[in-house]
């Protein structure tokens, strides 16, 4: 994600394996790996989740005393990443980073079959969607976009990370409150759906805010919205005025970000990961400078607190895509209740 801190890992490093992460001085843990540690960022080199990804492994691998190599394997909105950490052994050398979200929502996709009981998640940082488009766009703001839309239905294209990506799943939202037609351009990760509206291949793009901030500090885009109820505050470009300044009803859901391993990895290891992240992650200076570089809440949470934040976007997001239309089955098949029938998980941990 730290996309301003590594600008050559946003443009040119190889998708396949982005090299390891080095090892610093080890603290004294339960959990003591002999061999170098596996991160899979099943999205593109460059984007929201890599960054994040190696902001984590630079801290783990300084905890932990091994290497943490950073693998992208992008595919198939990030479930073939996923897929490949399910299938290896819940033996603490293997994790994934991403939307913790979409560990819900891959089985109603008809993408993976997993659910979140199969996962011990750790949160990092909750990013926000923002709708922006090219600078050359004649759209000045985010009612101008819409009223576009509605002149040319089926024409004005939007670039996301995938089918049933955050990025894909708001402008499905904001596409059926409005009666628009629209035409999606999927891409293999947030970071090149964000090049191509800058790049004029798209003419609109919604993926996160990390995604886009270094581009729209060049002034290569222009952010029209954020899907939020108050303003964005994006360093070194201002504030980013809120959705629901056009669309006041219009439902908004959390996306938070972290890695995650295979439940039933060994308590030496989770104790391990949850100290670290006690320790390390909540006090990460690098991590701390990223979200507040890339319009990003900094909210490091491990154990029942960070699987109640995971489990209240699941719900959201699993009903949300079903009214879509976009899911094979029913979330209620999954053990997912409609939202308006489950306590939901503030951004501080607490129930409302």
């Avoid at 029942?304 to 009903?319: E, G, Q």
Wanted: with cysteine.
């Amino acid at each position: 994600m730290l996309r301003l801190l590594f600008p050559a890992l946003a443009l040119g490093l190889s998708c396949a394996f982005s090299g390891p992460v080095g090892a610093a001085e080890p603290g004294s843990y339960p959990w003591k790996p002999n061999r170098p540690i596996t991160l899979i960022v099943p999205w593109a080199a460059g984007g929201s989740t890599d960054q994040m990804a190696r902001i984590v492994a630079t801290e783990m691998a300084a905890a932990l005393g091994q290497p943490v190599n950073v693998v992208n394997r992008p595919g198939a909105t990030g479930s073939l990443g996923v897929k490949s950490v399910l299938e290896a052994a819940a033996d603490g050398y293997t994790w994934c980073a991403g939307s913790t979200g979409s560990l819900g929502t891959y089985p109603l996709l008809g993408l993976l079959d997993t659910k979140l009981d199969d996962w011990r998640v750790f949160v990092t940082v909750a990013n926000v969607p923002v709708v922006s488009v090219g600078a050359d766009s004649s759209a000045r703001d985010f009612g101008e976009l819409l009223a576009d839309i509605a002149r040319r239905p089926g024409e004005i294209t939007v670039a996301t990370a995938g089918v049933g990506s955050t990025g894909h799943r708001v402008m499905e939202l904001i596409a059926q409150k409005q009666r628009l037609s629209y035409r999606h351009v999927p891409y293999p990760g947030g970071k090149p759906a964000s090049l191509s509206t800058a790049a004029g291949e798209t003419l609109a793009t919604t993926q996160l805010a990390a995604d886009q901030a270094d581009l729209i500090r060049a002034h290569r885009l222009r952010p029209l919205a954020a899907l939020s109820r108050e303003p964005l505050e994006l360093a070194g470009h201002g504030s980013i005025p809120p959705v629901t300044r056009w669309l006041p009803d219009l439902k908004i859901s959390t996306d938070y970000f972290g890695l995650w391993t295979r439940a039933g990895t060994g308590p030496e290891v989770i104790e391990t990961m949850d100290r670290i992240w006690a320790e390390r992650i909540a006090t990460s200076r690098a991590l701390q400078d990223y979200a507040r570089e890339n319009g990003a809440l900094f909210l490091p949470s491990s154990g029942a607190k960070a699987r109640a934040l995971t489990w209240d976007t699941i719900v959201v997001d699993a009903w949300a895509l079903h009214q879509l239309g976009l899911t094979k089955r029913s979330p209620e098949t999954m053990g997912i209740p409609r939202p308006d029938s489950t306590p939901r998980a503030t951004v501080d941990g607490k129930l409302k």
